[in-house]
């Protein structure tokens, strides 16, 4: 069964301080990762794909299949970047599509 | 439009009480679903529907039903709620059920409170 793993439930950075938030999966196939993140009273909505290989908001995220791992870095935070991110892999079968996500890393970004 | 829209937003409701929760969207996804999420915990899937089919159902008790009514629309419905059941719930869609490439698109959930 597939697992995402988040291992800091919490991290504190100051404004322009790098950032890097963890997160390693386990999957015996071929994964689709994302990180998704809501802000306060907002909804959940999708920040980066892997396939993408974008830059959104200034944060990337590369996957590294030899050590399962998918991390979110950003060179420097901004306020604005204070929110709960998620770690997903997408499971496709045959009987359809399943998002998993990790237990989530809250960012707060301090002055 | 690019939304998942629910409704209600909020909802209290009674252990013997009948509700139920509405989903739409309009992007022309064929596949959506139903999210559990507790207080500070990541959403747990409840429900895959592909193409207006029920696909995966993960263990949910059966007092949650869901329905999908049409390509747009998601309900679930619910009956005999316990206490612990309260919590946001969450309607997603995707383009279709094979297509995850492109990411979820969320709602912004349903709170619900079980008395």
């Known amino acids: 069964a597939q697992r995402v793993t988040q291992p800091e439930k919490l991290l504190s950075v100051f404004k322009g301080a790098p950032v890097e938030l963890k997160c390693n999966y386990s999957y015996s196939g071929s994964p689709e990762l994302f990180w998704y993140v809501q802000y306060s009273r907002q909804r959940l909505q999708l920040l980066l794909r892997h396939i993408s290989r974008e830059s959104i908001k200034g944060f990337t995220a590369d996957l590294n299949k030899g050590e399962t791992s998918f991390h979110l870095k950003k060179p420097f935070a901004q306020e604005e970047d204070s929110a709960m991110y998620y770690c997903a892999l997408t499971v496709t079968n045959n009987a359809g599509n399943m998002l998993t996500f990790g237990g989530g890393t809250r960012l707060m970004v301090k002055p | 439009d690019t939304e998942v829209t629910q409704t209600p937003k909020h909802l209290v409701m009674g252990m013997t009480n009948k509700k139920s929760l509405k989903c739409e969207q309009h992007m022309g996804h064929r596949a959506m679903y139903w999210y559990k999420q507790k207080a500070k915990k990541p959403p747990e899937l409840m429900f895959v529907y592909s193409y207006e089919k029920l696909s995966i159902n993960e263990s949910v008790p059966s007092r949650f039903s869901p329905e999908c009514p049409n390509s747009s629309l998601l309900n679930l419905h619910l009956h005999a709620l316990q206490p612990e059941d309260s919590a946001l719930y969450l309607c997603?869609?995707?383009?279709?059920?094979?297509?995850?490439?492109?990411?979820?698109?969320f709602g912004s959930g349903t709170r619900l409170t079980v008395v």
């Open positions: 997603a869609s995707s383009q279709d059920g094979s297509g995850a490439n492109y990411g979820y698109t």
